[in-house]
């Protein structure tokens, strides 16, 4: 007796270890309940926009009784941080949003951790594709074959403060020389005129430079910030925000929204889901295109987020099921209402409610000028973060134009392995 | 039969003691090989190639990581840094620490209630700590600037400013570390007999002298353990960093162990970031390892 009570112990501890490691069993997410198939779904999603994804969920499984979608929301570096590793051993969600940014969908492919998405063609039971805007399908699709959906699509706008515009008697921008005299002009008294995010932000300075008609990259990944057009596009604005100071220096997108919504900023870019906040912040809120180009077009910056599913899902049947309806007309329409995004199917472009909708005409407006950011350029997160973002924080901190774009573009080439011809 | 059972079975005790023994340790053993051990070796395994979680085929490229690591100029900045932070947080922590310390030793309840605030700090999580200090340090929006301000300095962007945000991380560090120090000094000042003290005394010591030559030396195996536990802890600062400046601005404030975080987890570098992280082991093993000597040479002495 005396003996056997250790042992009895460690071969308890033992069990657990044992019971530990082997509670996977080596297959994606999701299980069956009496017929019915369970499906994990993991978002980055919590900001005002998370009700109509919620929605979109609830009413899937209104529809469906034979499938009972779960849907989770953590913070993007969380699900950043966990994905990778989890999809490659078969744990981890049936479906996720890898990542707000949509270039990682290429390291998902590289690793094949995501499926091919096959169930394509006509009606709500499959996933429309030729229903999308092209660019979308283009992003997510490597080798002919499409790796994930557009969970959303949104541009940028520029939302106002109604009382700053009326104090300076200034009229809300339509073209970028407008935007700029704005600026200058509502920037007084502690309030700054145009509030500028340029890190852990959607991107805001690549639609100042393409307002003037320059760019990041060229079509073969080749930098053009240090090409006359690139610098020239930057020079403005550099000017604004260093000795004018339209904006403060360096904010990060959520403290570049706390400004705006303390009433401390006159105009931000931003995209749809910041809305609900200022409104329940208390701001008079105008929300506007993006001021025309130097050329009288409009341009801004059109926003993704890929939903794809584990390539080691057991129903990936049902998981693109899931997807067909997620990216549906019927389901989007609700989806733009409640939201206020465009829609990232083109049939729904002409739609009458979402044209009577204020703030929807507007996002939607937007979207035949709309850019994706570095789209599908090797490294992106990097060309971003290495260079682009760091070049702006010191341009804006008083480097010369020319000593930054130079030494951001020959990092961008050596990113994206740009030959230089 | 019963006594002749026991007797039997303490005569066979020695021969069979080992197997039980290790029997204890293996659950211990187990878990720390599978979730320490292991880990730690495959990280270096990793750092040998280039590691790409979840694909095929990893290729093997030996030291290649480490020789692209040492003419990195981002991983000398993020070291740079890390040392920074080390030296003048554990330097500010163990002074403000035994400050403290002797200030608040005796137990009145307004010393206690003192030390309660001093050591708060210690019981939060550096992530909150992060937040609430990024909010007070908000140029425009928080308490600082707010003062700064009033003053007529203007908005000072402490954490937006690339020469002042690592002095900023390194004053928080302290606030947030101090309080521990200074605890685990009250108890090893407890810990000193009055006597000698008292003999001191009776020798003509003044304060100084008895500072000097014997609280200094009977604490010093607890500054050893604080001064330890602090480098460690400062070396692999992350959270409060990741926080406060997410390792800007323009990389101003990147760590060793930020850098990991990016090179792995942004973007995708596995092999890359394991190299760095047994760098930061290495360093770690090293610096440990001088401590040491250093104080139990004085010890001895």
């Known amino acids: 007796m005396l003996r056997s009570k250790p042992l009895a112990a460690v071969a308890a501890g033992l069990g657990l270890i044992v019971t530990g490691c082997s509670g996977g069993d080596g297959s994606a997410g999701g299980g069956t309940t009496a017929g019915v198939v369970e499906l994990s779904v993991s978002t980055g999603f919590t900001g005002g926009d998370a009700p109509g994804y919620e929605q979109i969920v609830k009413d899937f499984n209104a529809s469906h009784q034979n499938i009972k979608v779960t849907m989770s929301a953590e913070p993007w570096d969380t699900i950043a941080q966990k994905l990778p590793s989890a999809w490659m051993t078969g744990q981890g969600p049936d479906i996720a949003a890898p990542s707000s940014d949509p270039n990682v969908i290429a390291q998902y492919v590289k690793t094949q951790s995501v499926l091919p998405i096959t169930l394509t063609g006509d009606g709500d039971s499959k996933v429309n594709v030729d229903k999308f805007a092209s660019n979308l399908v283009d992003e997510f699709t490597y080798d002919g074959k499409l790796y994930a959906v557009p969970a959303n699509y949104a541009t940028l706008s520029l939302y106002y403060n109604k009382a700053l515009f009326a104090a300076a008697g200034v009229k809300p921008p339509t073209t970028v020389a407008e935007l700029k005299s704005a600026a200058k002009a509502l920037t007084k008294d502690g309030t700054y005129g145009l509030v500028l995010a340029d890190n852990n932000t959607i991107p805001m300075w690549p639609v100042l430079q393409w307002l003037e008609g320059g760019d990041i990259v060229d079509g073969k990944n080749c930098s053009v910030l240090n090409t006359a057009a690139g610098r020239s596009s930057l020079q403005p604005w550099v000017g604004l925000v260093a000795d004018d100071k339209v904006s403060p220096v360096g904010l990060t997108g959520a403290e570049a929204d706390a400004l705006f919504s303390a009433g401390k900023a006159a105009m931000e870019i931003n995209g749809p889901w910041a809305a609900a906040g200022y409104k329940k912040a208390g701001i008079d809120l105008g929300i506007i295109k993006v001021p025309l180009d130097t050329n009288g077009k409009s341009v801004t910056l059109g926003s993704t987020v890929p939903l794809a599913i584990s390539a080691k899902t057991k129903y990936p049947e049902q998981a693109q099921e899931f997807l067909a309806y997620w990216t549906s007309k019927t389901a989007q ?18 739609d009458p409610e979402l044209r009577a909708d204020p703030v929807v005409s507007v996002f939607s407006a937007q979207v035949p000028g709309a850019r994706l950011y570095l789209p599908k350029v090797p490294n992106a997160t990097q060309v971003d973060s290495e260079a682009y973002v760091t070049m702006i924080g010191s341009l804006t901190r008083g480097t010369a134009l020319n000593d930054a774009t130079d030494s951001a573009s020959a990092k961008i080439d050596e990113l994206t392995g740009c030959s230089g011809t | 039969m019963t006594v002749l059972s026991s007797v039997r079975r303490v005569t066979l005790r020695p021969r069979r003691r080992l197997t039980p023994a290790l029997l204890f340790l293996a659950p211990s053993f187990i878990i720390l090989g599978i979730f320490v051990l292991w880990p730690i070796l495959a990280s270096l395994w990793y ?10 085929e990893q290729p093997w490229v030996g030291l290649a990581n480490y020789v692209e690591l040492l003419n990195d100029s981002r991983f000398w900045g993020a070291f740079i840094h890390s040392v920074v932070i080390t030296v003048f947080s554990v330097a500010g922590i163990i002074l403000l620490g035994l400050a403290l310390a002797l200030a608040l030793a005796n137990d009145g309840v307004g010393n206690r209630i003192i030390r309660s605030a001093f050591f708060f700090p210690t019981v939060v999580a550096l992530t909150s700590i992060g937040l609430v200090w990024r909010f007070l340090l908000d140029p425009d929006l928080g308490l600082v600037g ?10 000072i962007g402490l954490l937006q400013s690339p020469q002042l945000a690592l002095p900023t991380i390194i004053f928080v560090n302290i606030w947030r570390n101090a309080g521990f120090v200074m605890i685990i000094l009250i108890a090893g000042l407890k810990g000193i007999p009055e006597d000698r003290y008292e003999a001191a005394r009776l020798d003509g010591a003044g304060p100084w002298k008895l500072f000097r030559y014997i ?22 600062i992350f959270d409060l960093v990741y926080v406060m400046t997410g390792s800007g601005p323009l990389f101003a404030t990147d760590t060793l162990v930020t850098m990991l975080f990016r090179e792995g987890f942004v973007n995708f570098r596995t092999g890359y970031a394991a190299a760095i992280s047994w760098s930061l082991f290495v360093v770690i093993v090293i610096i440990s390892a001088l401590q040491l000597r250093f104080f139990r040479y004085n010890d001895v002495d």
Request: net charge positive; charged share 15%; no cysteine.
């Open chain 1, 333 to 350: 329409k609700k989806f733009s209402l409640t939201t206020g995004f465009p829609s990232l199917r083109t049939d729904l472009a002409d």
């Open chain 2, 47 to 56: 750092s040998l190639h280039d590691w790409t979680i979840g694909a095929k």
């Open chain 2, 146 to 155: 707010a003062i700064t301000r009033s003053l007529g300095l203007g908005n």
């Open chain 2, 215 to 236: 609280t200094l030396p009977a604490l010093r195996p607890t500054m050893l353990f604080g001064t330890l536990i602090m480098t460690i802890q400062s070396f692999q």
